[in-house]
């Protein structure tokens, strides 16, 4: 934390890279937060943040990066996955054991398709491609326009939820994937109905088909698009939302993410963490 005229607040490290994103609007969410001290560190530079070296660093890392994926569109080809750097896994499972507090963001739910462990920390999975997870095999996940919908606010009394009274509209895209609903605390709902007939196919997209479901279907969406969970001993949280602009832009986009640097930043959610604490073994 750094003090100013006797008023702690947290230092934040937000990371990029791997997915275009408007990167003015967006930075903008985290300039316009006078309550935090911020840097900001790209793929692959910020990986060298991620150590136990730099345990207390950092109050709160805010991940928008979507890492181990080499898209191969241009070429119509289905996308290379990678796994991540041996360091890089050693400095995750490090921070976290030692209560690194994280936020997740829209699509940081689709890095590191080839290393399961990342979906266990998340709290779920979106993919480009047909996967295996958790024993049972699920079709490429689903994407929509950004469009206009509802979110409700499922516990009120949450820190991560105050201000937002029982839910919020934003415009925003929306994600039908699997979530691990036996791992998380579910905060948030969106409204939207989550059938595959809304959404159009992450591996149509991939292989050049923009905006398509012909071939695709998709077990049905539980519609949580916010939760906080434990990973090892630390808190995390993870918001659906935050696309493009017209999301980045919405006050209760903002509320939430300064709420979640706040909350994953709190003595409070540490204690709550570590009383939930999750093994980090290679799954």
Same mark, same amino acid.
Do not use: M
């Given at each position: 934390m750094t003090t100013v005229n006797g008023h702690s607040r947290p230092n934040v490290l937000v990371t990029t890279g791997g997915h275009a994103f408007d990167e003015v609007p967006f930075f903008q969410v985290f300039q316009d937060n006078h309550e935090i001290d911020w840097a900001h560190a790209p793929?692959?530079?910020m990986r060298s943040w991620f150590s136990t070296e730099n345990v207390g660093r950092w109050d709160a890392i805010v991940c928008y990066d979507m890492q181990g994926i080499t898209s191969r569109r241009a070429t !119509?080809?289905?996308?290379?996955?990678?796994?991540?750097?041996?360091?890089?896994?050693e400095?995750?499972?490090?921070?976290?054991?030692?209560?690194?507090?994280?936020?997740?963001?829209?699509?940081?739910i689709t890095a590191w398709p080839a290393?399961?462990?990342?979906?266990?920390?998340?709290g779920g999975r979106w993919s480009y491609m047909p996967m295996e997870l958790r024993g049972t095999t699920y079709p490429s996940s689903g994407y929509t326009d950004e469009l206009e919908h509802h979110i409700a606010v499922? /516990?009120? $009394?949450?820190?991560?939820?105050?201000?937002?009274?029982d839910g919020? $509209?934003?415009? /925003?895209?929306?994600?039908?994937?699997?979530?691990? $609903? $036996?791992?998380i605390v579910p905060l948030l709902k969106s409204q939207f109905p989550m059938r595959p007939d809304h959404f159009?196919?992450?591996? !149509?997209?991939i292989n050049g088909q923009l905006f398509s479901r012909e071939g695709w279907t998709h077990p049905d969406g539980s519609g949580l698009v916010g939760w906080v969970k434990a990973a090892g001993n630390s808190?995390?949280?993870?918001?659906?939302?935050?696309?493009?602009?017209?999301?980045?832009? !919405?006050?209760?986009?903002?509320?939430l993410v300064s709420n979640a640097i706040d909350w994953v930043s709190s003595p409070a959610a540490h204690e709550w963490a570590r009383a939930h604490a999750t093994a980090l073994a290679a799954v």
């Open positions: 793929v692959p530079s !119509n080809q289905p996308p290379d996955f990678y796994e991540p750097p041996p360091a890089y896994v400095g995750v499972t490090g921070l976290l054991e030692q209560g690194q507090g994280f936020v997740l963001l829209h699509h940081a290393w399961p462990l990342w979906s266990e920390i998340v499922l /516990d009120q $009394d949450h820190p991560v939820c105050a201000g937002l009274g919020f $509209d934003i415009v /925003d895209e929306l994600y039908l994937h699997p979530v691990f $609903d $036996d791992s159009f196919s992450g591996e !149509n997209a808190p995390i949280v993870y918001l659906q939302c935050g696309h493009a602009a017209a999301a980045y832009g !919405n006050p209760a986009f903002r509320t």
